[in-house]
């Protein structure tokens, strides 16, 4: 069975101390059934990184299923670290697949701004390993500036040749109104940014913030009768890595990445090359870098040659079209759902002023810890 | 497509502080393997509720794949609270009928007795309402002490009436070498029980241990090639109801629980009479009350007279055959993964001193918070 995305919501990504968990998600939520025009669900998934230390809460799918109004509808709560988002998405997808969900609601939630220092540091660092990395006081800055550094190390690069990638993602940020950073900067800026993690700077890492993001999915046959654009889900796939940085055969060597990639184009019947526009995981500029490679879009430590030779501003393949989580923002267990959010919305053609031209095969992909989880959606329009 | 289970595997309830967290999973997870006699597995499913706040650990997919020897394969971790383990079946039962998986694992897995004190109430309460109900100080033995005193001043019945079902538990739980508590007590001491939130008494309440079960799944089609005694999975339901307990109409009405068995039955094509053993959410005597009159299988009001009258020791539906949650021990989000390998052995007739005899039909219930979420599953063997 074909699965289709009928309905899109998100919020602005940013600090929304204003509202509750819950009430951020239903205010995708809202969104996603209006668009869809439909309150007929009969499923939840919730993709959250960070409730359980930051708010005291989990059991999330019935907390936003009652709240959404969805009272007796199949809930649940799905994590994969900064990967939640889009795992809850391929929940849904299966369910769907399965004939025994016919519409299915996803949401990405995180409210990762209510805590500070030290206590928002050991929240975000959950998706590493706890006994064998975090306990060192590795986090996921500190994890990044090790491959960045290794990386720099062994394919003699320097910091600025990874400029590009933050310049594209701000350049599409300043266009997009949901957007956390909507300013502009220069790579020449990009060498003098504050470190975060020695060789990691502010300029390569994606800012945390709060946000939600929803979509409701259902069969491809029921979504032409809803809908004047169904977006078909041709490809939906998860993989998993040693989970331990130190534990892989080569730690610059995204193999979850590879393999997530290679099984959803494969469902999809498709070739990298058929991808117009890729919504990679942006966190760090490394990750961008390794991301590329993994995937066979450039030879092993040639990856940030793609930015540095600008394909990803008007090239052939687009990349953080709405900012990516550099500029629009990184939710952690809502990121996924953005991602195809922003994939779908280029796909139908209300992308706005982020609009890419010729969009008929997009991918958006998503990333837990160092890569220990990887996932791939394949997104198309007839 | 029909599902069957085709391995079993599961660990002690108790304390085990001598081996981490993913090593409990994995004494589970070999025993499964081994019981299948397969290594092919295509997808992990992990049930657990703790271990981001207990154990700063989430992304338990890709730790426990890893640690198991599955890298690579698509693995999640699913939360609902106390349900995480029965939920994280569900999801693993909904991918094997899409056809995208051929054979998946799903494991609960808890270590619960590393904190104590504020600590473990703090992590144990995340999946009642941290706004309206945690906050107020309330815990999970709190909330059934509510619900139990409500129910006793609404019926007139008194504590001693709700003796039988842990009389049951204990028993049945004395016979099985994995039981957290294997002493039988007599009926009589029941009320003389030191008080844990008033009504409820020690012997009410279902003790917090640590624990791992594991079962293996996949179409009944190559069950029946792999294993001599394939248990079929004919109903795979979740439900939600309103999130807090002052939110119902009803509070002593388990809606998620109607739902859920309802809905699972509905797609066994049975009704509850045909049931022939019950493994019920006896997390409190409140709550396994509670649930046999939302299935219809006692009137409002009169649950406990199940108990009252030994229907459950030797009588028309036995349950907490292994000693249920309370005498088995509750190990949280693999509760729901032990009480399926339970009903299993029953339908296998490899349940050991605990077998039931003539077991066709048996029912699995996970509830999460004060029945925020209900996950009823129907097994059954040929």
């Keep these: 069975m074909t ?12 600090e929304h101390w204003d509202v509750s968990l819950r009430h951020l998600a239903w205010q995708a ?31 999330l799918g019935a907390l936003i ?3 959404s109004g969805l ?28 004939g025994q969900i016919r519409t ?12 500070t220092g030290s206590e928002s540091l050991s929240s975000q660092s959950t998706g590493l390993d706890a006994d064998y990395e975090t306990v060192h006081g590795l986090t996921p800055a500190a994890m990044a500036g090790l491959m960045m550094r290794r990386y720099m190390h062994e394919n003699e690069v320097g910091v600025a040749e990874f400029a590009n990638f933050s310049v594209n993602a701000h350049a599409n940020g300043g266009k997009n109104p949901l957007a956390m950073f909507r300013n502009r900067f220069r790579a020449e800026k990009f060498t003098k940014a504050p470190l975060v993690a020695d060789p990691v700077s502010l300029f390569d890492a994606s800012p945390v913030g709060d946000g939600a993001a929803a979509v409701v999915i259902t069969s491809q046959e029921r979504a032409m009768d809803m809908v004047p654009q169904p977006v078909r889900v041709s490809g939906s796939a998860v993989a998993t890595d040693a989970f331990a940085l130190a534990d892989r055969q080569n730690p610059l060597w995204l193999k979850a990445v590879e393999l997530s990639s290679e099984r959803a184009l494969r469902q999809a019947g498709l070739a990298i090359e058929d991808v117009n526009l890729f919504e990679l995981h942006d966190s760090y500029t490394i990750m961008s870098t390794l991301a590329l490679e993994a995937m066979g879009l450039a030879d092993p430590g040639r990856g940030w040659k793609l930015a540095a ?11 953080s079209t709405f900012g990516g989580l550099k500029a629009r923002g990184n939710p952690l267990g ?3 759902i953005y991602q195809i959010v922003e994939v779908a ?38």
Tied chains: 1, 2.
Excluded at 71 to 98: H, I, K, P, T, Y
Excluded at 104 to 115: F, I, M, S, Y
């Design 104 to 115: 299915a609601l996803v949401v990405g939630v995180e409210k990762a701004t209510d805590q």
């Design 345 to 382: 919305h280029q796909l139908r053609g209300s992308a706005g002023a982020n609009q890419v031209a010729d969009v008929k095969v997009g991918l958006a992909q998503n990333i837990g810890g160092t890569g220990g989880t990887a996932v791939t959606h394949v997104l198309q329009i007839d």
């Design 309 to 319: 030779e600008e394909n990803i501003l008007d090239g052939r393949l687009p990349m």
């Design 65 to 67: 299923a009652d709240y």
């Design 3 to 14: 699965v289709a995305i009928v309905g899109l919501g998100q919020t602005s990504v940013g």
């Design 29 to 59: 939520i809202e969104r996603a059934l209006d668009d869809a025009a439909t309150t007929d669900i009969d499923a939840l998934y919730v993709g959250n990184m960070l409730a359980s230390k930051s708010s005291h809460q989990d059991h």
């Design 334 to 336: 809502a990121t996924g």
């Design 71 to 98: 009272r007796g509808v199949e809930a649940v709560a799905v994590d994969a670290g900064e990967a939640s988002g889009a795992v809850a998405m391929r929940q849904a997808v299966l369910a769907v697949m399965s």
